[in-house]
C-alpha cells in the first residue's frame, strides 16, 4: 500500500505538470518525484517483487508527454528528433532486461547484474521525470514583477547569433514586453573558436530589435553554466542595491540546470525555456540530464548505496533459474 501511494503522488505531479499548474515547474517538485519513485524501487527489490505501480505510472507518464506534444509528429523534423529519442530510451529497455535476466542466472557476480538493472530502470523514470519537468518550464508564465531577465548564451560561429540563441533572446524580448522596465543580463563569454563574446553578440540583437543599450547588462567571462550563473551574481550585486527577481531564459532542455546553479549560488531565479532546433535535440536532452543529475552526486551516491545493499539483500531469495 506505501508504494502505491507514493506512485499517486507522483502521478499527481505528473498531472500538475501536464496541465502547466502554476507550481509544477519547480527543481523541488522535480526532485521529489525522483526520491519518491526511488523509494519505491528500493521497496519492491526488498519485497522481491515486480515494480508495477511504478511501471504504470511510467507510462501515464509517456503518455501525457506524447498527448502535450502531439504537434512533434506532424512535422519531418520532429518526428525524426522522436525516432531517435525512442531508438536510445529502446537501447536502455533491453539493457535493463538483460541485465535482470543475468541476474537469475547462478553465477558468482548476479548480483552486480541486478544492481546495475536497477540502476538502468531508475535512470528510465527518472528521465521521464525530467522529460515532463522541462516540457513544463516551456509553458511557464512567471509573474511580471521580475526585476531583470537573464539570458544564457551559447556557441556562436560568426558575429551573429545562432537560431537556438536567437530563439533564447525572442522569448526573453516577449518577457520584456510584459514588464518594459526589467533589465536584461546577457551572460556568455568568447571561446576559442568564436569571434567576439556570445554576450556581445546578444546585445547586438537585443539593440536591433529595440533594446536601448543602457538596458543590457553584459557577463562576458563565463565559459560554462556555473560560470554564467556564478559571474552572473558578482554583476547583480554591483547594480542593485537589494537581491532582484530574475527570470532565466535558456533552452528548454538547458533551464533545470540553470536553476540548480542558481540554487547553489544563492541567486533567486525563476526559469523559462525557450524552443530547441529538433536537429540534435535528443542528444541536448541526454547531455543535460546527466549534468542536472551530477549535481546531486550525493543523492546519488546515497541512492545507489541502498540500492546495492537490497539488492545483496534481495540475491539470497532470488531463486535460480534452470539452465
Known sequence: MLTLALCIVVLFTYLCMFFNFKYSAHLSIY???????????????????????????????????????????QYRKSALFLKRLYYIVFKLIVFTLACLYISFIPIGINVIFLWISAIAFSTLFTFICYMLCSSNF???????DFDAILVLGAGIFTENVTPMLANRLDCALTLHQKQPHAMFIVSGGQGPDEP??????????????????????????????????????????SHFASIPKIVCVTSQFHIMR??????????????VGSHTPYHF????????????????????TIYFAALFFICMIAYWFIPSIPL
Open 196 to 237: 567576439i563574446s556570445e554576450a556581445l553578440a546578444m546585445q547586438r540583437y537585443l539593440m536591433h530589435h529595440g533594446i536601448e543599450s543602457n538596458r543590457i547588462m553584459l557577463e562576458d567571462q563565463s565559459t560554462s553554466t556555473s560560470e554564467n550563473i556564478e559571474f552572473t551574481k558578482s554583476l547583480v550585486h
Open 258 to 271: 540553470a536553476l540548480r546553479f542558481g540554487q547553489k549560488f544563492n541567486l533567486k531565479l525563476t526559469g
Open 138 to 144: 516551456l509553458n511557464h508564465k512567471p509573474k511580471p
Open 31 to 73: 526532485i521529489s518525484q525522483v526520491i519518491l519513485g526511488y523509494i519505491v524501487i528500493i521497496i519492491h527489490i526488498g519485497e522481491h517483487a515486480l515494480p508495477i505501480d511504478i511501471l504504470a505510472v511510467m507510462t501515464i507518464g509517456v503518455i501525457l508527454l506524447h498527448i502535450k506534444h502531439k504537434h512533434l509528429m
Open 281 to 300: 535535440f535528443e542528444i541536448a536532452l541526454i547531455r543535460d540530464f546527466l549534468a542536472l543529475m551530477y549535481q546531486y552526486k550525493l543523492l546519488l
